[in-house]
């Protein structure tokens, strides 16, 4: 199913839980910070993504907060899976992958995305709080042995973390995960300060790439394929109108509400109600479709 703007749906990004065991200075929450305390079962996100097949996807990546702080996040994974969706992926911040990771395989889970803006212990507990980067690196190390491959670093740069991507570059090397250098929404005031303008990164790395590859069901982003094998993607979200117009993916925030785009609440839709009192869901996803709009446009 296409939106009004022509644009087709494939992917499915379910945030399952709002709780976090790390307390991020830049984090949006997934752009919903309701306190309604509704969670959805485990039963309940199945049902729901198994319908979301009804309408193109075939792509779902499972959020948070912390998805791995749910004790029946493998149940969640078992409930998902369906011969029409081909990708089942999670993103987290790697603190308890270590322990999980061959769990998380066995319940059919393809591969993860791990949020790693330095590698510096006492800079990563100024960005965290909490964190010890340590448990990150080894859940890393953990996850790509248990084949949860392709197997993304998220490289958030800002300001206060840039000087330390030639480090990380030389991490993702070793270990043979693919890097994200993901631009920085600056969505509150005080946080402006530490917006990056990644482009001088992009350029750099474009002159030594031996390859180009534009993914173009992939909001048209460009991964550079260095000599050395590293392969390192762009994701500029920031007053980017071609990055909303190759968009696929509709959400699911963690208290069953469909959410059609990132940047905006107001436009969300109630699926959890109505599957709690046994409706059809379909109306409820076309819905969610027409209310999807460019939120950056020309």
């Known amino acids: 199913m296409r939106d009004k703007f022509g644009r087709e749906i494939g992917s499915f990004r379910i945030s399952i839980t709002n709780k976090c065991n790390l307390n991020c200075f830049y984090c949006h929450k997934e752009g919903h910070n309701s306190n309604n305390g509704r969670y959805m079962t485990a039963e309940e996100i199945g049902l729901i993504a198994k319908t979301s097949t009804k309408f193109g996807v075939r792509k779902v990546k499972i959020s948070g907060g912390e998805p791995l702080l749910r004790k029946d996040i493998c149940e969640i994974i078992e409930n998902i899976k369906d011969e029409k969706i081909k990708d089942i992926s999670l993103t987290t911040n790697g603190i308890l992958l270590e322990n999980l990771a061959d769990k998380l395989k066995d319940a059919g889970l393809d591969r993860v995305n791990v949020s790693l803006d330095t590698l510096n212990p006492e800079l990563y507990k100024k960005i965290t709080k909490f964190g010890d980067v340590n448990k990150v690196v080894n859940g890393i190390k953990r996850?790509?042995?248990?084949?949860?491959?392709?197997?993304?670093?998220?490289?958030?740069?800002?300001?206060?973390?840039?000087?330390?991507?030639?480090?990380?570059?030389?991490?993702?090397?070793?270990?043979?995960?693919?890097?994200?250098?993901?631009?920085f929404i600056p969505l509150k005031e005080g946080l402006k300060k530490y917006y990056y303008d990644?482009?001088?990164?992009?350029?750099?790395?474009?002159?030594?790439?031996?390859?180009?590859?534009?993914?173009?069901?992939?909001?048209?982003?460009?991964?550079?394929?260095?000599?050395d094998?590293?392969?390192?993607?762009?994701?500029?979200?920031?007053?980017?109108?071609?990055?909303?117009?190759?968009?696929?993916?509709?959400?699911?925030?963690?208290d069953g509400y469909l959410k059609p785009c990132l940047l905006r609440d107001d436009n969300l839709v109630d699926i959890l109600t109505p599957l709690r009192r046994g409706e059809n869901l379909e109306p409820y996803f076309i819905e969610c479709i027409n209310r999807r709009e460019p939120y950056f446009k020309l």
């Open 229 to 254: 094998g590293l392969e390192v993607e762009f994701v500029r979200p920031m007053d980017n109108s071609e990055f909303c117009m190759h968009c696929t993916r509709i959400r699911l925030t963690y």
């Open 198 to 227: 990644i482009s001088s990164i992009e350029n750099e790395i474009k002159e030594k790439a031996d390859k180009v590859i534009t993914r173009k069901f992939m909001q048209n982003r460009r991964k550079y394929i260095l000599d």
């Open 143 to 183: 996850a790509i042995e248990e084949e949860l491959t392709p197997l993304k670093v998220n490289f958030l740069a800002m300001s206060i973390n840039i000087k330390e991507l030639p480090e990380i570059m030389e991490f993702c090397r070793d270990v043979g995960a693919i890097l994200q250098i993901i631009e």
